[in-house]
């Protein structure tokens, strides 16, 4: 059973449409919960990190939340540059700090 | 400019044939750690290392060793590759409980 589940795994959006990306999780002890934005060919860029339920981050046109079971990623007003693979992560307590990622929503932000 | 430098970024070798891809960081980064990430199973952990001289298995270590003998150096070995290691390879870093900081991938083919 998956520990971090995303949804939609695609998304395609017209410029200017906002919408939002889910991410649940499963896991107990929850350390942090992270988002990254990955870009084909590169690494995952570390967006935010939200550590318990109420929590909001900005940054720019993107906002992240949490709940005790999941986080929402809000896009508003998304341009072409949004698009990427956004990929959730939640890091449990204990001495490895390991993540354990979702598969990812893809998300294409047409012009 | 703070990064993780990942070698090769590509790579093209034989079952057997054993092989080295290397991982560098100039953050002084204490924790360091290598993710494998595979169609439809997003991103793993394969080993991760504390500190110098302390490293532990992740959650799909099988043919693969590491070692950090440097703070800033963790390599990661495939002492005889095989066709199901063929794979996109992320190594991250961070200081202690922070946000991990990825490289841009060496993606491995082994025939």
């Known amino acids: 059973e998956d520990q971090v589940t995303q949804s939609p795994e695609a998304l395609r959006l017209q410029e200017g449409e906002s919408s939002s990306l889910n991410c649940s999780y499963t896991?107990?002890?929850?350390?942090?919960l992270f988002w990254y934005r990955q870009d084909p060919g590169k690494g995952p860029e570390f967006l935010f990190t939200l550590y318990s339920a109420g929590e909001e981050k900005e940054k720019e046109r993107l906002k992240a939340t949490l709940t005790k079971k999941e986080s929402f990623l809000h896009i508003t007003a998304p341009k072409p540059e949004d698009s990427a693979t956004y990929l959730c992560a939640v890091q449990e307590g204990g001495s490895n700090y390991k993540l354990t990622f979702g598969k990812g929503t893809l998300l294409t932000v047409n012009p | 400019e703070a990064q993780v430098t990942q070698n090769p970024r590509y790579l093209i070798t034989v079952t057997g044939k054993k092989l080295t891809v290397t991982c560098s960081q100039n953050m002084n980064h204490e924790y360091m750690s290598w993710y494998r990430q595979d169609p439809g199973l997003g991103l793993r952990q394969i080993y991760y290392?504390?500190?110098?001289?302390?490293?532990d298995k992740g959650d799909v270590p099988e043919g693969y060793k590491v070692s950090r003998k440097e703070k800033r150096n963790f390599p990661l070995i495939l002492e005889s590759p095989s066709p199901n290691q063929t794979s996109l390879y992320f190594c991250?870093?961070?200081?202690?409980?922070?946000?991990?900081?990825f490289g841009d991938g060496t993606r491995l083919s082994i025939l």
């Open positions: 991250a870093s961070s200081p202690h409980n922070q946000p991990q900081h």
């Open positions: 896991v107990s002890g929850l350390r942090g």
């Open positions: 290392s504390m500190n110098v001289e302390v490293t």
